[in-house]
């Protein structure tokens, strides 16, 4: 007990080292990507959410012009004990099976990371199978979280350990190259985690919070609200701290997740939200770490009822309205091309000087 109280506060401190590494943005850098747009040959603001997009990788990167051609979908994968109250209209082996489809370069995701020139990074963070493959990136801390239903669904130690391996995953691919990182997710059951992540932090009911995952019916979508319900009232979360909400009531690979989050905003990369279940972990990366939020992206409205309520909390207003309700990172990857977009605008578009346009 002593021993894993020690080493509880060693991962903590390292928790906190990273988190005192997130700076705000570069106000500098941002005042000259303003500049710049203001010069271009349009009406000031008529480009929208590209010039933010263009103002945000400046204040991000503090470079005008900087080159994330580099990109990483980083698909946490885990399982979830809650599947065992029938909350997901799929079984839960579809995990396993689906991070065998990522690696073979067959899923929605790796489809759509193709296209926008990004690389798919799987981590089995808690999957409750036994997967080796050379591309997979082996870093099971359980096999799979306990049932929130019955009590808490990891330790307050593992929860600090998964946020952990999210930060090292993306401190490794910074190493190798990666500049613009995304979050994807794959596990079933895992909707009901995140909603109940939206609920207590939120301080929102469980209701509310509730949507229907994969696809389930009216029957079971009451009897997920309840269970998620049920869920929160055995385990009183402290909304107050988000590893004890991690804990509690999250995920593997939610938590995987925020550190994927707060570990690239610590690198000065910039980090595409994906949906719900991505969102959910970006909502408790910001309450970890208030300054991460100035590095994400919000990709996508996902069809997942609380999203939209989910988005607000955190404070990101979503690129793509496309009524998709998938995860794995898809909303994240076609983000790429609208980031690529504000880019080129910044890179090659005249100014009124240059193509001798008069100004309003
Ligand atoms: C074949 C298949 C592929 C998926 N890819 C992502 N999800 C998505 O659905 C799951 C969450 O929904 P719920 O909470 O209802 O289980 C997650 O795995 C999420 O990534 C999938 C789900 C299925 C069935
Ligand atoms: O928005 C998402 O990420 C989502 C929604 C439903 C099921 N799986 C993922």
Same mark, same amino acid.
């Given at each position: 007990m002593v021993e894993n109280q020690a080493n509880e506060r060693d991962l903590h401190s390292k928790l906190m080292e990273m988190i005192g590494r997130v700076e705000p943005l570069n106000e500098e850098a941002m005042k000259r990507a303003d500049q710049h747009l203001l010069n271009l040959t349009k009406p000031p603001g008529?480009?929208?959410?590209?010039e933010d997009i263009a103002t945000q990788l400046a204040g991000i990167t503090g470079e005008l012009h900087p080159d994330l051609s580099r990109k990483a979908i980083v698909v946490m994968a885990a399982d979830h004990g809650v599947c065992e109250e029938g909350v997901s209209a799929f079984p839960a082996e579809v995990t396993p099976q689906m991070v065998l489809n990522f690696l073979a370069g067959g899923a929605a995701v790796n489809v759509l990371a193709r296209q926008a020139g990004a690389d798919v990074r799987c981590v089995d963070i808690g999957v409750n199978a036994e997967l080796?493959?050379?591309?997979?990136?082996? $870093?099971?801390?359980m096999n799979g979280t306990c049932n929130i239903a019955k009590g808490p669904a990891m330790s307050r130690e593992t929860a600090?350990?998964?946020?952990?391996?999210?930060i090292k995953v993306v401190e490794q691919l910074w190493?190798?190259?990666?500049?613009?990182?995304?979050t994807g997710d794959m596990g079933i059951g895992n909707t009901t985690a995140s909603s109940a992540v939206l609920a207590v932090l939120s301080g929102g009911s469980p209701e509310d919070a509730t949507g229907r995952g994969t696809g389930i019916n009216?029957? $079971?979508?009451?009897?997920?609200?309840?269970?998620?319900? $049920?869920a929160i009232e055995t385990n009183e979360p402290n909304s107050a701290d988000p590893i004890d909400v991690l804990s509690k009531v999250g995920g593997l690979e939610i938590a995987g997740l925020a550190g994927v989050i707060i570990g690239a905003a610590a690198h000065r990369c910039p980090v595409v939200i994906d949906g719900f279940i991505s969102s959910a972990a970006a909502l408790l990366a910001a309450a970890l770490c208030e300054n991460s939020v100035h590095y994400m992206?919000?990709?996508h409205l996902s069809n997942e009822r609380a999203h939209g309520q989910l988005l607000k909390e955190i404070g990101l207003s979503p690129v793509i309205h496309l009524s998709m309700r998938l995860g794995e990172g898809t909303g994240a990857a076609l983000c790429f091309h609208f980031i690529e977009a504000a880019q080129r605008i910044m890179s090659e578009m005249a100014t009124f000087d240059s193509a001798g346009v008069s100004r309003g």
């Open positions: 008529s480009l929208g959410k590209l080796s493959h050379p591309q997979l990136i082996s $870093r099971k801390l600090i350990e998964a946020v952990l391996v999210g190493q190798d190259g990666y500049r613009m990182f995304a009216d029957e $079971r979508f009451a009897h997920k609200m309840a269970i998620i319900r $049920r992206i919000g990709s």
